[in-house]
């Protein structure tokens, strides 16, 4: 079937070290691939979206490459802030128009 | 101005009764949803609608009845509630349903007693 499963958080980190939210998703269809985040008290946001393989998205020093070949959209920063303290999501949309979101990812970064 | 209004923000209710929640959009958008986050469940798909047609449901019970009297509107009904249907509420839209970004409204928090 078709299901999406990302990282177990909490994940806490310091600030300034790098992030690695692993993302890997099911479908025998070509979805569109979405990184969420939400902030304490808010509806989730759009982070951003690649809609095809192979490419590559990115947004306030994250990013994320659409990898057909090992059906993964893993999201990566470099240096993350206290600011990043969040919950992640990672979202599939099938070509159907069926959504799937992961669990969602904790995040704690700390000063 | 807000762009998705969620009515109320905050609401109590007691088992078996029902409640309708709220969502407006003003942006103009042509598909809206509804999803649940509860603190035992992370965020919940629940319905998704185009042009006031319903598109896919993934809720089990038929006590949550979305509905939508305008093109900007997906109000939810919940009928019977149980204690177990306490959770924040989400609505949010997007220009067309698909691959096009979501933009969610505050949400509603419901607890039922």
């Known amino acids: 079937g078709d299901s999406v499963t990302q990282t177990k958080g909490p994940v806490t980190l310091s600030e300034g070290t790098s992030l690695t939210v692993n993302c890997s998703y099911e479908t025998k269809q070509y979805p569109t691939l979405f990184w969420y985040v939400q902030y304490p008290g808010e509806g989730p946001q759009l982070l951003f979206k690649v809609p095809k393989a192979n490419e590559k998205g990115s947004n306030r020093g994250f990013e994320a490459t659409y990898d057909k070949g090992t059906t993964s959209f893993h999201l990566q920063k470099a240096s993350v802030q206290e600011s990043d303290s969040a919950v992640y999501y990672c979202?599939?949309?099938?070509?159907?128009?069926?959504?799937?979101f992961g669990d969602g990812t904790q995040l704690v970064v700390k000063p | 101005d807000p762009k998705i209004i969620q009515k109320p923000k905050y609401l109590v209710a007691v088992t078996g009764s029902e409640k309708i929640l709220i969502c407006e959009q003003y942006?103009?958008?042509?598909?809206m949803y509804w999803y649940r986050q509860s603190a035992k469940k992370p965020l919940e798909f629940m319905f998704s609608y185009s042009y006031q047609k319903l598109m896919d449901n993934q809720t089990a019970s038929s006590r949550f009845q979305p509905q939508s009297s305008k093109k900007n509107h997906l109000d939810l009904q919940i009928t019977a509630l149980k204690p177990d249907d306490s959770a924040t509420y989400f609505c949010?839209?997007?220009?067309?349903?698909?691959?096009?970004?979501?933009?969610f409204g505050p949400g509603t928090r419901l607890t039922v007693l």
């Open positions: 979202v599939l949309v099938l070509s159907n128009n069926r959504i799937f």
């Open positions: 949010a839209s997007s220009q067309e349903q698909g691959g096009a970004e979501q933009f």
């Open positions: 942006l103009g958008h042509n598909a």
